[in-house]
């Protein structure tokens, strides 16, 4: 067994990852104890499935992993999201969300770490990540699944901040 721990985000505004990798399962949990989320994906022979969250408050993950790209949807086909991604050595670059209001991934595996950037300059998510055996494409996978659930909760509690007229 092999552990992927890390965070996505800073220290106050950030989410950490914890989870387990053994026999093609990656099973953690994304931020806290009571505030966050469950990740549990399978890969076999290229697929990725799986879900973050529970039944009602979460998102299915499905589509191909392999070790030069990502081609994963995360939710469902209406109210979902794409995850586009290149690996070119030890270089992940991509797209999550779509070409006008989406993110950019800019990651970059250094020996058992994977480090970089998720969205802009001003409004992204640093990650920070140690991998240990897990596939860095998995990991790059994890890592975006990490910030969608960070981006809706930040969302979710701006909405709750600010009720309508």
Same mark, same amino acid.
């Given at each position: 067994?092999?552990?992927l721990h890390g965070r996505i985000g800073g220290? @106050?505004?950030?989410?950490?990852?914890? %989870?387990?990798?053994?026999?093609?399962?990656?099973?953690?949990?994304?931020? +806290?104890?009571?505030? +966050?989320?469950d990740i549990g994906l399978t890969l076999h022979s290229g697929d990725v *499935? =799986?879900?973050? +969250?529970?039944?009602? $408050?979460?998102? !299915?993950v499905d589509g191909d992993v392999t070790p030069r790209e990502v081609r994963v949807r995360l939710g469902g086909r209406? *109210?979902?999201? *794409? #995850? @586009? &991604?290149?690996? !070119?050595? *030890?270089r992940v670059t =991509?797209?999550?969300?779509g070409r006008i209001s989406g993110k950019d991934v800019?990651?970059? @595996?250094?020996? !058992?770490? &994977?480090? +970089? @950037?998720?969205?802009?300059?001003v409004d992204g998510k640093d990650v920070h990540l140690d991998l240990g055996d897990v596939p860095t494409e998995l $990991? $790059?996978? %994890?890592a975006v699944? %990490?910030?969608? #659930? &960070?981006?809706?909760?930040?969302t979710a509690a701006a909405a709750a901040n600010h009720p309508s007229s």
């Open positions: 067994m092999s552990k220290l @106050r505004l950030g989410y950490d990852l914890h %989870a387990n990798w053994e026999g093609g399962q990656l099973r953690g949990r994304i931020g +806290g104890t009571f505030q +966050g989320k *499935d =799986g879900r973050v +969250g529970g039944t009602f $408050a979460g998102f !299915d209406v *109210d979902g999201d *794409d #995850v @586009r &991604l290149t690996l !070119d050595g *030890d =991509g797209r999550f969300s800019n990651l970059h @595996r250094n020996g !058992d770490r &994977l480090e +970089g @950037r998720i969205g802009g300059a $990991a $790059a996978l %994890a699944c %990490a910030y969608k #659930v &960070l981006e809706d909760d930040q």
